[in-house]
Structures are given as C-alpha cells and as structure tokens.
C-alpha cells in the first residue's frame, strides 16, 4: 500500500510529479486553505502532509495524526507548526530553506526603493490625473546613496538583503542573536545592539524568524528610538511587530514609512487602518512569488516529504530530536 499524503493546496507541477507514483496523493483544490477542521479530518488519514504558512499545524491538529510521520512545510519560516508537539509524537517537520532566499531578499529592496521614493503614491497620483506640473517639491523622497541599513537578523535572506546594497555606498548594521565575524569581514557590516541600530540607521529590514523571542520585538519603545527619517521594511512575519503601535507611529511620524509584506493577521481586513496611510507600501506575502522559487520549492518538499515517509533523514530537517522519538 501507497503512504497517503495530503497537500494542502495545488503547489506547481514539478513537486506534486515528484510524488504522484510513489504516494496515494490528495491535493486541496481551493484557492483557500482546509479550515483546522478539516485539516484535523484530512490528518487523521494520512502518512504526510505538505502545510503551507498559513495552515495551522498546532497539536490539535497533529494529535490527530495517528499515522503522520513527517509535516513538510512549503516555505522556509514554520512559526504555523508546534514543533515541540511534533517532536514528541516523533514526527519530522521540514522546510524549504535557500530556495527563496534571492527572491525575498529582491522583494524586500523593492518595498525599501518604493517607500523610500515613494513610487505607489507616484503612481497612483499620474494615474489620477494630478500632474498638472514638473514640482520642484513634487513628492520629494529619501536619497538611498549614503544612507545607512540596519539588518535584523542576518541569516541568508538578511546577508542576501545587505549585498543588494552594494551599489548604494551604505553603511551597513546588523542585529544577530549570534556575531558573524566572517560575515562582517565579506560585506563591510558591523554588529550594533538592538537599541544602537535603531537610533542608528535610516532603513531598518527585519530579517529574523518569528519566535518567543522575537515577537513583539519591536514595539513602542523601539519605534521611538527610530529616526524621524527611518523607514521599516518586515518581509519576516507581522507579530515581529507590534502593529497597532506601527499604525501609530507612521500617522505621527515617528518614522518616516513603512514597507510590509507581512501582517500580524493575513490575508490583512480590507478596513484595517495602515491602509489609509500613505506612507505604507502592502504587499499580499509575496516574497517568495517568482516561478523558479516557488517551483524549487515544490521540488524540495516533494524530496523532503519522501525522505521522511521511506525512513530517510529529510535534508531539511528542522527538529533532529524527533530522530530519537
Ligand atoms: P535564516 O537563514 O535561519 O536566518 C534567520 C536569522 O535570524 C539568523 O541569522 C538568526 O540568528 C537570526 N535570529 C533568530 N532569532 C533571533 C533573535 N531572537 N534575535 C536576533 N536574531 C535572531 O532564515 P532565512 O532563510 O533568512 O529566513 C528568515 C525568515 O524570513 C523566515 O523565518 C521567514 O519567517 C521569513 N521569510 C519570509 C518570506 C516572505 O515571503 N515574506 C520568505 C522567506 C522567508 P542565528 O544565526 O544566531 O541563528
Ligand atoms: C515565507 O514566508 C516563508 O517563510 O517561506
Ligand atoms: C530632470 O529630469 C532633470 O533633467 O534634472
């Protein structure tokens, strides 16, 4: 008898053919996710299951799974899964790391070069028809030559992020819960607190999964210790921020704007209010949306899902200990 295995939405074609001989395949159709309860009904079945982001893959969910050996999530973050759950039932959980890592780092530059010049608004103004000039003061911006980027977190995407500087002449900060004396020879990045790269730097790119320990890292107080001038960009996850007060912040101007690709609650509600600022650029979590990075995606947790489902170490195993369960 085949493993059965349920995706939880059609991912493209390269890793569902990966798996079509070898597993009893069910592929959730919709263009919205299972609710839980229905994941939970799915799970109960199953041998494997392919979650994306959003599936909530906490212990409810994965009690139910009698039979699951391995939960291979279709992207590099999986704050959506209780790993110490799995890991006591003895179930692997992967992820896709390095295959997302140029493309999220391309959408984060985008969010900061659009903020910084303002180029939505721009937009949107000439579609208007509102230019009736050449300005002088016309939607005036923020220079991205000489300026200093503050990096949180500086694993792959954040380092991919910093690169993407080189041809600005920036001074470049980061934040790490670990040092990266190599890292900082390679790309001319120096180490700063929290606190010291907040007052520091004029764009601040939050790189950092989310965790106990970074969410709500930045909040009132950090918002505060920001530069007039400074602009957010988070293609990490929205609870790194405390929304609300970033709501705040840019209606006051306590910094400048704001680049998001990440919301505490996704898909954001249509009446949220960071949609009326003007000094916010949105985009639907799309960082990682490019055909090549999606499909090397699909490609890596088809491998992943395999490996765990034969008895194989996945190459992306996120939690080891489960080995021992
Ligand atoms: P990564 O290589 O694991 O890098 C994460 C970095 O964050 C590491 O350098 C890590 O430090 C650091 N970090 C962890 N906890 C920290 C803390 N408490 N304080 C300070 N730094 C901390 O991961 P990645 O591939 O770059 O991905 C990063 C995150 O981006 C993912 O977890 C995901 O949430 C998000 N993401 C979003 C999109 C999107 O579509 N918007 C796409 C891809 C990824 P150490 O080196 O000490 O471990
Ligand atoms: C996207 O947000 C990912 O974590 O892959
Ligand atoms: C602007 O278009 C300029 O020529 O300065």
Known sequence: ?????FVTRRIPDKGLKMLEDKVDLKVWEGEVGPNKERIIEEVAEIDGLISLLSDPIDREVLKAGENLKV????????DNIDVDAATKQGIYVTNTPGALTDTTADLAFALLMATARRIVEADKYTRDGNWKAWGPKLLLGQDMTNASLG?????????????RSSGFDM??????????????????????????????CDFISLHCPLTAETEGLIGERELKLMKENAILINTARGKVVDQDVLYQAL???????AGLDV????PIADDNPLLELDNVVVAPHIGSASFSAREKMAEMAAQNLLAGLEGRKPDNLVNEEALEN
């Open 1 to 5: 008898m085949k493993p059965k295995v």
């Open 71 to 78: 939960v291979s999530n279709y992207a590099v973050g999986y």
């Open 151 to 163: 990096i949180i977190g500086l694993g792959k995407i954040g380092q991919a992020m910093a690169k």
């Open 171 to 200: 001074d470049l900060y980061y934040y790490n819960r670990s040092s990266k004396p190599k890292v900082e020879e390679e790309l001319n990045i120096n180490r700063l607190s929290l606190d010291e790269l907040l007052t520091t």
């Open 251 to 257: 209606k006051e101007g306590w910094i400048a704007g």
């Open 263 to 266: 919301f505490e609650r996704e």
